[in-house]
């Protein structure tokens, strides 16, 4: 099989990674691809957004199978054109996308299936959120209806914080279009899990189920990120939870979706609150977690090339799949001066000195003539390890950490360390 993976950054280079090991395949491409991917694949210099590209370069170089990693190019239709195009293709339609492209499309689908999600109200214009948001009690939550970047969801302690949330969004609009519509929601306490799920649009095959740490600083402190670090499982997160999850809230909406004729075979990922009332779902994403990935497909036993393709059929066999116990902790190195402005082009050291049994998943890399590997984003590398249980893959995790450097780099000390304390 020869596959295209479209992307840049860690969940992309951990994807390459782990189809790199299938007997299936022959030959890998990734779209743009990263420092990392050029190590294992060729990288072929087209945007994750160039559709038209991704279907030449797939067309020419006869792909099986295109993975779109990234949740814009999915928004803006890449499975529909790469599928018109005859060419195999995993993600879900356009029409499907708006799961994750739209916060109320996603509250609509929940509140239709009756999966248990936060209370919410939608707005389109600025003065009818505001008059709502001055009769609510605090903290409540405001969020862009569209595609934000993981940015888009702003908890609010009081009238004025909501105000201007409000007026960044709507007036001033920070996102774009995104922001043009706002979510206002109830807010949920207790505590946060991703879980992902394969999908071949009938049957659901939940992945292991992770924590993603998604503030700058230890103890949760700072601005939230795109996720500064990740475990797998959470002691809190069982099976019978997994189960119940994938029965009322997965499974629910995929089929909902079936009815809807949205053709959804790809990844379904629930961002879950599990609080004393039970579970509620945060947020839907529609494609692979990052960094999420980069700590799921190291507990994957089975090969991932044939579960993709078994999607992508409609033939995905749950109980087919196999995880191993070994649990896994990752830890982004991430630019000084992430999430906000962080400078590019740095030299970083350290990049071979990983243990063979750990990955070292680069994100925003970039190879630079003169300098060799430098950093190319805010979010730079992430390094991956399993272990007897989470106390020994974060021993072997942060031993590792400390052996890459670049001027600036930043991490969180405190991945997975409640789950140890
Ligand atoms: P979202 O973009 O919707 O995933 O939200 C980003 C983050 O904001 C989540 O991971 C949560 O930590 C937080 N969040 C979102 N919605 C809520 C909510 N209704 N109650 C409490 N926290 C929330
Ligand atoms: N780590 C959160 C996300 O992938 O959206």
């Known amino acids: 099989m020869k596959i295209l993976v479209v992307g840049g950054g860690g969940r992309e280079h951990a994807l390459v990674w782990k189809l790199a090991q299938s007997n299936r395949v022959e030959q890998l491409f990734a779209a743009p691809g990263n420092a990392g991917t050029a190590r294992l694949v060729e990288n072929i210099p087209l945007a994750a957004t160039d559709i038209d590209g991704l279907v030449k370069a797939a067309t020419t170089r006869k792909c099986d199978l295109v993975v779109v ?33 739209s916060k109320t499309f996603a ?9 248990p ?8 214009s600025f003065v009818e959120a505001r008059d709502y948001v001055a009769q609510l009690s605090f903290p409540v939550v405001v969020k862009a209806d569209g595609l934000a970047a993981g940015k888009g969801a702003i908890v609010v302690e009081s009238f004025a914080e909501a105000e201007t949330a409000l007026r ?19 807010f949920l306490e207790g505590r946060e899990v991703s879980l992902l799920a394969f999908t071949d649009g009938v049957n659901v095959a939940p992945m292991v189920p992770v924590c993603d740490c998604k503030r700058a600083f230890d103890n949760d402190e700072g601005p939230n990120t795109g996720g500064m670090g990740c475990y797998s499982p959470p002691c809190f997160f069982d099976s019978g939870l997994v189960r119940e999850a994938t029965d009322t809230v997965l499974l629910p909406v995929v089929r909902a979706m079936a009815d809807e004729g949205w053709d959804y075979r790809g990844v379904i990922y629930a961002g879950l609150m599990v609080s004393e ?15 999420e990935t980069q700590v799921i497909v190291p507990r994957l036993e089975s090969d991932l090339a044939e579960i993709l393709l078994s999607c992508v059929e409609g033939r995905l066999e749950p109980a ?27 030299p970083i050291s350290g990049l071979d000195s990983n243990d063979a049994d750990v990955a070292l998943f680069h994100a925003g890399t970039a190879l630079n003539d003169n300098l060799g590997t430098v950093t190319h984003g805010g979010r730079v590398l992430a390094v991956v390890a399993t272990g007897d ?17 670049f001027p600036g780099m930043m991490y969180r000390s405190d991945i997975a360390l409640r789950e140890v304390a």
């Open 320 to 346: 087919a799949i196999r995880w191993t116990d070994r649990c896994s902790v990752g830890v982004v190195l991430a630019s000084g001066g992430y999430p906000g402005p962080y400078r590019d082009g740095v």
């Open 117 to 124: 999600a936060a209370e919410f109200r939608s707005f389109d």
């Open 69 to 101: 990693g990234p949740e814009v190019p999915l928004a803006m239709g890449a499975i529909d054109s790469l599928h018109e195009a005859g060419i195999p293709a995993f993600g879900p339609s356009r029409a499907a996308a708006r799961l994750e492209a």
């Open 168 to 186: 960044d969004m709507m007036e001033r609009r920070v996102f774009g279009e995104a922001g043009d519509r706002v979510v206002i929601e109830e």
């Open 277 to 291: 009332k039970g579970i509620r779902v945060l947020e839907f994403n529609v494609r692979f977690g990052d960094p």
């Open 389 to 405: 249980g989470i106390a020994d893959a974060r021993n072997r995790v942060y031993r590792n950490v400390a052996r890459v450097s």
């Open 107 to 115: 509250h609509e689908i929940m509140k239709k299936c009756n999966v």
